[in-house]
């Protein structure tokens, strides 16, 4: 069997849009440290910023499962060259009393061509380095990425997948206090809106309103279409972002939110899309090919090949 990967994934753009838009916030904090002192500090008190997205896909669990780690495969062999791109550290298995058994992976993304030229003036290297680390226990998964620029900031993303559309309040565990905060809001995938956040992580311009997968018979999606969609399930990710930078950590909060918004809609978009590509095959056919792959990335970035043991 083999794989011949032609578009373009988004999921990389999370850490190209995270690292653009630190070098995007250091630029204006250095050039524009006078007027960030007028204001008030109690206006520019940081927080921990924390929003739950909700994104119903026409596919059963197992079949989002194999869909989400294809995508994530065809992602990182797309987006790394001779120098610069995905180096996976680790991959291996992991078991905790809060998520269970899984996979766990320590990535760096290194991004440097990824960002305007005129960005690279103003930030230094770190500053386009971003690291991951994730810990996939489908049906629930972790992620945190870090900047090596900015130590004290951390975006955490929490994921539980479940079977329905939507409607269950409160998956992720919260108590009342953080209930009382998160904000929630669905994304449907068959949405065509376009802004400056879905021009900068890439749109996928696939109408489903059209669609119809040849292999499946799934789609269109029409207006409704999570009431009547046969199986369907959801991903509830948890974003939470801690910026504790006065003078513009709110600005990078909210702007990482909406970028991140971009990037659920296009990505889960993307894995409806691609469903005739990956439709049929296991995790563990999925598995055996990301770890050859994730040994080609390595080898073109000149590391050590990566040995992992592959379990079904």
């Known amino acids: 069997m083999s794989f011949v990967f ?71 062999q ?13 991959n291996k298995d ?19 061509s990824k960002v305007p030229s005129w960005l690279t003036t103003f930030a230094p290297a770190d500053a386009l ?30 994921t539980v997948h479940m079977s329905g559309n939507g409607q269950s309040e409160n998956v992720h565990g919260l108590s009342e206090e953080q209930l009382a905060t998160r904000e929630v809001e669905y994304i449907d995938i068959a949405s065509t809106e376009t802004n400056y956040w879905s021009y900068l992580v890439g749109n996928n311009n696939v109408d489903f309103t059209k669609f119809k997968s040849e292999r499946t018979g799934r789609g269109p999606l029409l207006e409704g279409w ?20 006065w003078g513009f950590g709110y600005r990078l909060e909210q702007a990482l939110v909406a970028g991140e918004k971009a990037l659920f809609l296009e990505s889960h978009r993307n894995c409806f899309s691609w469903i005739d590509e990956w439709y049929g095959m296991t995790v563990q056919q999925v598995r055996e090919v990301e770890q050859q792959t994730q040994s080609a990335l390595n080898e073109k970035l000149g590391k050590p090949t990566l040995v992992t043991r592959i379990e079904g």
């Open 78 to 90: 797309q987006h790394t060259t001779g120098n610069e791109g995905v180096e996976v550290l680790e």
């Open 6 to 76: 032609t578009r373009t994934c988004p999921l990389y753009s999370l850490s190209i849009f995270i690292s653009l838009i630190f070098s995007l916030f250091l630029s204006l904090s250095l050039g524009f440290t006078l007027i960030f002192s007028t204001f008030e500090r109690s206006n520019l008190q940081e927080m921990v910023h924390c929003k739950e997205f909700r994104i119903v896909m026409p596919m059963s669990l197992e079949e989002y499962h194999v869909a989400h780690t294809y995508v994530v495969m065809k992602m990182s």
């Open 226 to 245: 999570q009431d009547r969609c046969d199986p369907v399930m959801t991903a509830y990710k948890l974003v939470t972002i801690d910026a504790p930078y």
């Open 129 to 158: 380095i971003m690291q991951e680390e994730a810990w996939n226990a489908f049906p629930r998964c972790k992620s945190v990425m870090k900047c090596p620029y900015f130590p004290r900031f951390q975006l955490t993303i929490e």
């Open 94 to 112: 992991f078991e905790d009393d809060v998520l269970g058994k899984g996979r766990y992976t320590n990535k760096v993304y290194r991004l440097q």
